[in-house]
T-cell receptor, first 114, second 117 residues
Framework: DVKVTQSSRYLVKRTGEKVFLECVQD?????MFWYRQDPGLGLRLIYF???????EKGDIPEGYSVSREKKERFSLILESASTNQTSMYLC?????????????FGPGTRLTVL | AQKVTQAQTEISVVEKEDVTLDCVYE???????LFWYKQPPSGELVFLIR??????QNEISGRYSWNFQKSTSSFNFTITASQVVDSAVYFC??????????????FGKGTSLLVTP
């Protein structure tokens, strides 16, 4: 079974802090994604990566950056956390570059910025 | 523009009732894929089904069935004889072959299903 893990289930940070959210997948998937989920808005794509060291902006990249130095790990970085970044963050991976393949999701990190 | 619309925000049913979750999508692509995911209270999205745009056959898996109709751009999901364990948020999603977002999934806003005993 594909396993996607995220470093924390719950995280509380203060405004202005630099925040790292880590995601690791164990199935050698090429593609990885970061979404945020907010009530009434569904899931929105922040960034994605189709290979190591490659990254592309999604629909709402402002205030975020990402890093993918190794194939199995995709990090989401909040350079200076703000209260409007309080949300559930979901990481996903996908086998390869295709609209056919399903994405596998991690359990999510619920981030609260005070 | 919203590409996937799930008009039902919340649905509440009593156990053993049948329930249908609606999904309407919008795309100009001729090749695309539709997905349903389940998000239980634990938070992790679980893949349920994929359907490609060239296959309009309905699918049944146990108590779950899916009705794909290109004429109405709909991909509805029916749970027969619902159970309490079906309580979750259900997302419909679209992946387009001519995507400039890495074939990322376009999600609907989800339908929260509550099944009570």
């Amino acid at each position: 079974d594909v396993k996607v893990t995220q470093s924390s289930r719950y995280l509380v940070k203060r405004t202005g802090e630099k925040v790292f959210l880590e995601c690791v997948q164990d199935m050698d998937h090429e593609n990885m994604f970061w979404y945020r989920q907010d009530p009434g808005l569904g899931l929105r794509l922040i960034y994605f990566s189709y290979d190591v060291k490659m990254k592309e902006k999604g629909d709402i990249p402002e205030g975020y950056s990402v890093s993918r130095e190794k194939k199995e790990r995709f990090s989401l970085i909040l350079e200076s956390a703000s209260t409007n970044q309080t949300s559930m963050y979901l990481c996903a991976s996908r086998q390869s570059w295709s609209s056919y393949n399903e994405q596998f999701f991690g359990p999510g990190t619920r981030l609260t910025v005070l | 523009a919203q590409k996937v619309t799930q008009a039902q925000t919340e649905i509440s049913v009593v156990e053993k009732e049948d329930v249908t979750l609606d999904c309407v999508y919008e795309t100009r692509d001729t090749t695309y894929y539709l997905f349903w995911y389940k998000q239980p209270p634990s938070g992790e999205l679980v893949f349920l089904i994929r359907r490609n745009s060239f296959d309009e056959q309905n699918e049944i898996s146990g108590r779950y069935s899916w009705n794909f109709q290109k004429s109405t751009s709909s991909f509805n999901f029916t749970i027969t004889a619902s159970q309490v364990v079906d309580s979750a948020v259900y997302f419909c999603a679209l992946s387009e072959a001519n995507s400039n977002s890495g074939y990322a999934l376009n999600f609907g806003k989800g339908t929260s299903l509550l099944v009570t005993p």
